[in-house]
């Protein structure tokens, strides 16, 4: 049986799911690498902004589909990614 937390993938190709994915773990490497090296230190809020922004996309499908058990994980995600992005373009 699939996992019901993933019904909302029926909605997208394989293709867009692997999009997605790939665009999250950029991001997360995005979020920890540059900083961390010292190497190019404006990508971690680009980063951060990027994932806010898959973040929006994840709720406004899940608010489409009536999934509002899994919005408060969305939700929490999407605000720890803006306090890294405005954190370090303030900072």
Known sequence: MANPNFAWAEDFSQGAIRGI?????????????PELTGIAPILTPVAAVGLVLIQVGAIA????????????????????????????FAG
């Open 21 to 33: 994915g790939t665009a999250e773990v950029l991001g997360a490497i995005g979020l920890i690498v």
């Open 61 to 88: 499908t899940h608010v489409r589909r009536k999934e509002f058990k899994v919005l408060p994980v969305n939700v929490i995600l999407l605000l720890l990614a803006l306090f890294v992005a405005i954190g370090r």
